[in-house]
């Protein structure tokens, strides 16, 4: 048995099949783990959709919701204002079980923790003065809304935004949720008071004077477990610090990245280029 964890989709499902057969991957003995954004941008975002939705109720797979699955969610409440002409997400809002995959794609964790190794999975990061402990209750937090009979008005009318940038305790309502998704879903860099910033996505070296990346905070409180993350494709293949990047930018001509936890290894596979780099 193996656990792969795979990087971002963004609905590049042939990709994930070839990389599947690289691997010998046997949906019989081993998992999938999957870092978030399965779709959009690419060209096949409902197949990507149904096949790890398929993989995960058959208890043979993990994934955690990101940015651009947020996204499809807002759309799917009836959000039109953040509508992009560069979305690939009209085929899922059309498909026949559209309700279907959009209840399920709901219900889905922002953090999953391996129940042997000491090693989570999200999508963007932790922020460093979250533990792994309260990391996994704020995500739960998250979850519990999404689960419930607000989750439309959530995603539709409170999600979108990048205030506020600093951690409180006493965040409250929506802004603390707010906060939440922002922090696992969009997260690069961030000051030394650990305030995030969004704007700049380059790889680092690139951000603005005063910030860094998340995971080198000198005073990060969850370096004890490693961090599985996806979203930051111009990053790359990075491992250090006790996290592992696994967005290595399949959509723009990169790589799909699947790192098999039992023995830390990490395999790739070439993709074609389905965006041009800054047309996102």
């Not at 590049?12 to 870092?35: G, H, K, M, S």
């Amino acid at each position: 048995m193996a656990t792969y964890i795979i990087g971002d989709l963004q609905g590049c499902f042939d990709p994930l099949l070839q990389l599947l057969q690289q691997l010998n991957y046997n949906i019989a003995t081993d998992e999938l783990w999957f870092v978030g954004d399965i779709v959009n941008r690419g060209p096949q975002s409902l197949e990507c959709l149904r096949f790890v939705k398929k993989v995960v109720e058959a208890g043979r797979g993990r994934m955690v919701l990101g940015n651009h699955d947020f996204h499809l969610l807002a759309q799917a409440a009836g959000l039109e204002r953040f509508r992009s002409r560069k979305d690939t997400l009209q085929p899922i809002l059309e498909a026949p079980d559209r309700d279907a995959l959009i209840d399920w794609l709901r219900q889905q964790p922002l953090l999953v923790r391996h129940p042997v190794y000491p090693a989570v999975m999200v999508h963007a990061g932790i922020p460093p003065q979250w533990n792994h402990s309260e990391a996994a209750a704020h995500a739960d937090e998250v979850h519990d809304v999404l689960r419930s009979s607000d989750w439309r008005v959530f995603v539709r009318e409170h999600l979108f935004g990048s205030e506020p940038t600093c951690w409180s305790d006493a965040l409250q309502g929506w802004d603390r949720l707010r906060y939440i998704v922002n922090a696992f879903c969009r997260m690069r860099y961030c000051d030394a008071d650990g305030c995030l910033e969004f704007k700049a996505k380059g790889k680092p070296g690139s951000q603005p004077p005063g910030y860094q990346p998340w995971f080198v905070h000198p005073n990060r409180r969850n370096k004890d477990i490693a961090i599985f993350f996806g979203h930051w494709s111009t990053l790359g293949a990075f491992d250090g610090y006790n996290v592992h990047a696994l967005d290595t930018g399949c959509l723009w001509g990169g790589q799909l990245s699947a790192w098999r936890l039992e023995d830390g290894t990490r395999h790739t596979l070439q993709c074609p280029q389905t965006l041009q780099p800054g047309k996102a």
